[in-house]
C-alpha cells in the first residue's frame, strides 16, 4: 500500500507541473520580440529633405546660359566701307586696300571673303579668291579690317578696260556698297581665261596697306 501511495503522489506532483505549464503557455508569459513603433523607422529612414548620414544630397545642377551668346555678324548697315589706293612702286601688281569700319556701336563677327565686283567698260568683272585661310574674328565698335585688292598694271601702251567703279558686298550678305575706283583707270587687255583680279580674305590686309 505504501508503494501505491508514493507513486500515486509521484504522479500527481507530475501532473500538477504539466499543468503548470500548460497554463503558463496560455497566459502568454512575456518573451523577447523584435522592436516596433518609431524607434524602428527612424533607423532605416533619413528625415525628409535631408541627405542620408554618410551621404550627400542630389541637387539639381544650376541652369546656366550654355555659354556666351554668338556675336551677331557685321551687316552691311553696320559698317562704313572705303577704298583707297596702296600701291608700291616697284610691286609687279597694283593694290587697293579696302576698309571695312564697325560703326554700329556693337561688336559683330566678320570672316572670309567679302564679294568684289569691278565696272568696267567691258561688263563687271569679278573679282577671284586668294586662297589664303579664313580667321574668324570679332570687329569692336568703333574699329575697322581690311582686306586688300590686287590687279595687274596696264603696261601695254594701250587704252585697255576701261574701269570706273567698285562694289563691294561683306561676308555673307547680300547688299552691297558702290564706290569710286581709286586705282589705275584700266586694266590690261586678257584672253578672258580667268579674272586677272585677286582679293584677300578678312584682315589679310593691314591699315596703309
Known amino acids: ?20 505549464a500548460c497554463q503558463d503557455d496560455e497566459t502568454g508569459a512575456p518573451t523577447a520580440t523584435a522592436p516596433t513603433g518609431s524607434a524602428a523607422s527612424t533607423a532605416s529612414t533619413a528625415p525628409s529633405g535631408s541627405p542620408a548620414k554618410g551621404g550627400a544630397a542630389s541637387t539639381p545642377a544650376p541652369t546656366g546660359t550654355g555659354g556666351a551668346a554668338k556675336t551677331a555678324k557685321c551687316r552691311t548697315e553696320d559698317l562704313t566701307i572705303t577704298a583707297a589706293d596702296r600701291t608700291i ?36 568683272l569679278s573679282a577671284q579668291r586668294s586662297g589664303e585661310p579664313v580667321v574668324a574674328s570679332v570687329l569692336k565698335a568703333g574699329k575697322s579690317t581690311y582686306f586688300g585688292i590686287s590687279y595687274p598694271a596696264n603696261t601695254s601702251g594701250g587704252s585697255g578696260i576701261r574701269i570706273t567703279g567698285l562694289v563691294i558686298t561683306p561676308p555673307d550678305e547680300t547688299r552691297s556698297v558702290t564706290l569710286a575706283w581709286p586705282g589705275a583707270g584700266s586694266l590690261p587687255v586678257t584672253d578672258g581665261s580667268g579674272s586677272p583680279v585677286k582679293i584677300g580674305p578678312m584682315g589679310s590686309a593691314g591699315q596703309g596697306e
Open 1 to 20: 500500500m505504501r508503494v501505491r501511495k508514493l507513486a500515486f503522489v509521484t504522479l500527481t506532483v507530475a501532473a500538477a507541473l504539466s499543468l503548470t
Open 89 to 124: 612702286g616697284g610691286d609687279a601688281e597694283n593694290t587697293v586696300a579696302v576698309e571695312l569700319k564697325n560703326h554700329s556701336g556693337k561688336d559683330c563677327a566678320i570672316s572670309g571673303y567679302a564679294g568684289v565686283d569691278l565696272q568696267t567698260s567691258a561688263g563687271p
